[in-house]
T-cell receptor, first 118, second 119 residues
Framework: AQKITQTQPGMFVQEKEAVTLDCTYDTSDQSYGLFWYKQPSSGEMIFLIYQGSYDEQNATEGRYSLNFQKARKSANLVISASQLGDSAMYFCAMREKSEETSGSRLTFGEGTQLTVNP | ETGVTQTPRHLVMGMTNKKSLKCEQHLGHNAMYWYKQSAKKPLELMFVYNFKEQTENNSVPSRFSPECPNSSHLFLHLHTLQPEDSALYLC??????????????????FGQGTRLTVV
């Protein structure tokens, strides 16, 4: 079963406007972490923001905020005041307990390609 | 200097070659990962080393062989690869706390990747 679902293969936004990238997840664990990463065309994965499953407040990091709705199992990324440099691939990821070991694993969604238009 | 360094950045190899990808982290983390990223696919977790022990091997073909000599270094040895193995290979590290709830575990830090082309 798909653990992380990103339903928007591509999104377009006008510069200086806000955009929401969707992410839903599936887990039966009570303790887990949710992450968003940005991947520019150069390939590196850049960590943006983190939300723990027990955190009651939505995470914020500068222009990034995470709209965490635990009951709906969604963790949407909101980028405010979009900039041209925000054009990139965005991945939602979840850290949960590994089924095979005592450690944890980080699972990624398929990503959303964001294009910011001038 | 980035926290996680991968070499080489680009690699072209024939199907009969043997090569190795190297990953080094300077963050003091205890877990390291290999991911494969093919075009239009999500990142696929290949191998995980927690506390220097390989803890996951997600049905990866034996032509990929990981090695983790210490908590700072991770290798991926390649031999007799197929053209479909061409992809971006990403290394990552994180601090994994066995004694804490999962949500306390930190984010993974990634290297810049090795873009592999098998011809």
């Amino acid at each position: 079963a798909q653990k992380i679902t990103q339903t928007q293969p591509g999104m377009f936004v006008q510069e200086k406007e806000a955009v929401t990238l969707d992410c839903t997840y599936d887990t039966s664990d009570q303790s887990y972490g949710l992450f968003w990463y940005k991947q520019p065309s150069s390939g590196e994965m850049i960590f943006l923001i983190y939300q723990g499953s027990y955190d009651e407040q939505n995470a914020t990091e500068g222009r990034y905020s995470l709209n965490f709705q635990k009951a709906r199992k969604s963790a949407n990324l909101v980028i405010s005041a979009s900039q041209l440099g925000d054009s990139a691939m965005y991945f939602c990821a979840m850290r949960e307990k590994s089924e095979e070991t005592s450690g944890s694993r980080l699972t990624f969604g398929e990503g959303t390609q964001l294009t910011v238009n001038p | 200097e980035t926290g996680v360094t991968q070499t080489p950045r680009h690699l072209v190899m024939g199907m009969t070659n043997k090569k190795s990808l190297k990953c080094e982290q300077h963050l003091g983390h205890n877990a390291m990962y290999w991911y494969k990223q093919s075009a239009k696919k999500p990142l696929e977790l290949m191998f995980v080393y927690n506390f220097k022990e390989q803890t996951e091997n997600n049905s990866v073909p034996s032509r990929f062989s990981p090695e983790c000599p210490n908590s700072s270094h991770l290798f991926l040895h390649l031999h007799t690869l197929q053209p479909e193995d061409s992809a971006l290979y990403l290394c990552a590290s994180s601090q994994d706390y066995k004694s804490l709830p999962i949500q306390e575990n930190t984010e993974a830090f990634f290297g810049q990747g090795t873009r592999l082309t098998v011809v």
